[in-house]
């Protein structure tokens, strides 16, 4: 498991991507099994406007009771934004 997300660092690393961007898969054990969540990491620099550089996050998960979720966070200013969205009305109940 260590060894697949230092992997996907250096790949980004290689990518020379500026701003900074992290990709991650993290394994997780469950009752139903072995599920996955996937992380977008990045930083955004807004050019010729200081103090407007930010973090954008995507957590991405696939629950057996709630179908794929996906959850972005956005952090600008001091202030953060949350979003959830569920593809299955189901989890869009819960």
Do not use: C, Y
């Amino acid at each position: 498991m260590i060894k697949q997300v230092v992997t996907q660092q250096l790949q980004t690393l290689e990518a020379g991507t500026d701003p900074p961007r992290w990709v991650l898969e993290l394994p997780f054990k469950t009752p139903n099994g072995l599920l996955t969540l996937g992380a977008d990491i990045q930083r955004e620099t807004r050019a010729g406007q200081t103090g407007e550089d930010g973090w954008n996050m995507r957590i991405r998960l696939n629950l057996p009771r709630l179908g794929p979720l996906s959850i972005n966070l956005n952090l600008r200013a001091d202030r953060l934004h949350a979003a959830l969205q569920a593809e299955n009305r189901a989890a869009v109940d819960i």
